[in-house]
């Protein structure tokens, strides 16, 4: 059983451009989670989606980032007009089921490492 | 809002020696509560997890981990280092109902030294 894919697993930008991320998760798996780690910090949580839908986008700046996860295909984590404040590594996490209630653990992917020059 | 701190950016021990990484807590509803580590340029692998029950957590490796709600902990041991135990420890809550969205600390560097 495959894990969770994250490509490209490294990513260089210069300002301005657009940068798309994207995520596979584990088979079975219909939810989604984007976190972002900048360098010497902890993961800061993004966005949860579930297929087609939008759960919690508490974690996402207000501007130029969006997520996605259409019925087919991977989720899309897509960083528009990047600064080089985007720079970072940014991990996808896979569960099976909503929430925690039955201890469901997520799965993570290696992330991807972007650079904006 | 939930915050984890976890006490000390870098941590070194000798190999064999006991190993202790701290994390605390915010939340006056107990959470819960993992422990997950990462390799360079890697991602997140779970060591162990608490959600109810027993307080004292065995997970893979060799690490375990005790909740103690009085303080609001969830300490990480290992009782002897191993070179390859060398990581980054993120400890990090989740709370119920909340779509089961991480909260991490910041983060513990452990070194272990020959």
């Known amino acids: 059983n495959a894990g969770v894919m994250q490509n490209p697993r490294h990513l260089v930008r210069r300002r301005g451009q657009e940068a798309r991320l994207r995520c596979s998760p584990m088979k079975g798996h219909s939810h989604v989670y984007w976190y972002r780690q900048l360098p010497e910090e902890g993961l800061k949580f993004m966005v949860y989606l579930q297929k087609e839908n939008i759960i919690d986008e508490s974690g996402m700046p207000k501007e130029r980032f969006s997520a996605e996860f259409p019925k087919e295909g991977p989720s899309i984590l897509r960083i528009q007009q990047v600064v080089r404040g985007d720079s970072a590594a940014y991990f996808c996490?896979?569960?099976?089921?909503?929430?925690?209630?039955?201890?469901?653990?997520?799965?993570f992917g290696p992330g991807t490492r972007l650079t904006v020059l | 809002a939930q915050s984890v701190t976890q006490l000390g950016s870098h941590v070194s021990v000798s190999e064999g020696a006991l190993v202790l990484l701290r994390c605390n807590y915010s939340?006056?509803?107990?959470?819960?509560l993992f422990w997950y580590v990462q390799y360079p340029n890697q991602g997140l692998q779970l060591l162990l997890k608490y959600t109810t029950g027993a307080t004292l957590v065995k997970g893979i490796n060799g690490f375990e981990a005790e909740f103690k709600k009085s303080e609001t902990s969830f300490h990480l041991t290992k009782p002897s280092a191993h070179m390859s135990d060398a990581a980054e420890y993120f400890c990090a809550v989740s709370e119920y109902n909340q779509g089961g969205k991480l909260i991490f600390g910041q983060g513990t560097e452990l070194s272990v030294k020959p």
């Open positions: 939340s006056s509803v107990p959470p819960y």
């Open positions: 996490a896979s569960s099976p089921s909503r929430g925690l209630r039955a201890g469901n653990e997520q799965f």
